[in-house]
């Protein structure tokens, strides 16, 4: 069975500065994708980046970039220059062969200003 | 583009009662579609997921269940709830590797 471990509940961040979230994973499976969703606190979770396991970059999507370790079973989300509007849940996933998702128990992230 | 519509928003119910959410899909064709529930706190748990019309795999074995009339509807029931049921349900869709999520729906059970 697939699992994620996020092993950080909370984490508070000057604004501005760089922040990451760390993400390990569990899988005999040689195929599967990565996922990070952000939880603002009006509960839609949002899409933020994927990683599949044959990439051999990592993953960027504007201030978002996955830190993809595949030998260590790590994908960690570093955020550039965070935001205010950058706080919320943050939530690590693994699917096998574009199926179900498993989630971590997520990140709690807070920007101070 | 794609969307997503979950209803009701917020459902305060009592024990025993029955349950239906919703859960449309637009702009696009024969997706996957799932149903997850979130406790308070705590991550998503995959309730059900359908990849076609009348096709519904169970996950976790509870008084829900779940329907799929049309390809782009999924529906969640439930003939008696439980306390255990409230919680924030959200809907997904995908076609090919991502899910994108509908805007959930939060139930209270009384």
């Known amino acids: 069975a697939q699992k994620i471990t996020q092993t950080q509940p909370g984490m508070f961040v000057q604004e501005k500065e760089a922040v990451t979230l760390d993400c390990t994973y569990d899988t005999s499976d040689q195929s599967y994708g990565l996922f990070w969703y952000k939880q603002p606190s009006s509960g839609e979770m949002i899409f933020l980046i994927y990683q599949g396991s044959y990439d051999e970059q990592n993953a960027t999507e504007g201030r978002y970039s996955l830190n993809f370790q595949k030998a260590r079973k790590s994908a960690n989300l570093v955020i550039s220059a965070s935001q205010l509007g950058d706080s919320a849940m943050y939530f690590c996933?693994?699917?096998?062969?574009?199926?179900?998702?498993?989630f971590g128990q997520g990140t709690r992230l807070t920007i101070n200003p | 583009s794609q969307t997503i519509h979950q209803w009701p928003a917020t459902l305060v119910q009592p024990v025993g009662s029955p349950l239906s959410l919703e859960c449309t899909v637009e702009?696009?064709?024969?997706?996957?579609l799932y149903w997850y529930r979130q406790a308070a706190g705590r991550g998503l748990q995959l309730l059900f997921y359908?990849?076609?019309?009348?096709?519904i795999s169970s996950e976790v074995p509870q008084n829900l269940s779940a329907s799929r009339p049309q390809d782009r509807q999924f529906i969640l029931s439930s003939k008696k709830l439980l306390l255990s049921d409230s919680g924030f349900y959200l809907c997904?869709?995908?076609?090919?590797?991502?899910?994108?999520f509908g805007p959930g729906t939060r139930l209270l059970v009384l």
């Open positions: 997904a869709w995908s076609v090919g590797g991502t899910q994108y």
């Open positions: 702009g696009t064709s024969n997706p996957n």
């Open positions: 359908s990849v076609g019309i009348g096709q």
């Open positions: 996933a693994i699917a096998i062969r574009g199926q179900k998702l498993v």
